[in-house]
């Protein structure tokens, strides 16, 4: 069953409007951890931002922020004022905690964004 | 100075073949991963490693055998590369197994 879904198609949104990216995921656990990955063309994987299960604030990070839910199971990334070099897939995924070590992240399919000027 | 880093970043090679990826982190973690990105860009865990120990084995053909010769590293090593092999594999690191997980540049691996 998938754990981390992300159905949105591609999106198109203009330079310095704020885009949201929507992430639900599947879990009983009641510890776990959300990630938002960004892969540009250039195709490396870099970290946005961490939601753990148990913090009570959304995380922020610079221009992103997480928009989390948890009865919902949402975890919506948030990015302001958006630039040119924001276009990439954004991958949201989920940390199951497992025993020590044995952590996994489960990943979504992706949102490609595309940034205009 | 890069976190992680892989080698090479490009890997080209015939069907039958046997390659190898190395990644190394600099970071200080104790737990390593490889990943795996298909065509399709879905992303999946591969293996993982602790303190050199080999933790999650997901269902993996065993002609990839990771190799953890230490903290700091944790090589791919692949036998009789097959078509469906061709992919995106990436290195991850993470403090503790609970830590945040910082990925390396990738290394795409096409079998002709």
């Known amino acids: 069953a998938q754990k981390i879904t992300q159905t949105q198609p591609g999106m198109f949104v203009q330079e310095k409007e704020a885009v949201t990216l929507d992430c639900t995921y599947d879990?009983?656990?009641?510890?776990?951890?959300l990630f938002w990955y960004k892969q540009p063309s250039s195709g490396e994987m870099i970290f946005l931002i961490y939601q753990g299960s148990y913090d009570e604030q959304n995380a922020t990070e610079g221009r992103y922020s997480l928009n989390f839910q948890k009865a919902r199971k949402s975890a919506n990334l948030v990015i302001s004022a958006s630039q040119l070099g924001d276009s990439a897939m954004y991958f949201c995924a989920m940390r199951e905690e497992g025993f020590y070590g044995n952590n996994r992240l489960a990943f979504g399919k992706g949102n490609q964004v595309v940034v205009i000027p | 100075d890069t976190a992680v880093s892989q080698t090479p970043k490009y890997l080209v090679t015939q069907m039958g073949n046997d390659k190898s990826i190395k990644c190394e982190q600099n970071l200080g973690h104790d737990t390593m991963y490889w990943y795996k990105q298909d065509s399709k860009k879905f992303l999946k865990i591969m293996f993982s490693?602790?303190?050199?120990?080999?933790?999650i084995n997901e269902t993996v053909p065993n002609r990839f055998s990771p190799k953890s010769p230490d903290k700091a590293h944790l090589n791919l090593h692949i036998n009789s590369l097959e078509l469906g092999d061709s992919a995106v594999y990436f290195c991850?690191?993470?403090?503790?197994?609970?830590?945040?997980?910082?990925f390396g540049p990738g290394t795409r691996l096409t079998v002709l």
């Open positions: 991850a690191a993470a403090a503790g197994g609970f830590g945040k997980q910082f």
């Open positions: 879990t009983s656990d009641q510890s776990y951890g």
């Open positions: 490693y602790n303190n050199k120990e080999l933790i």
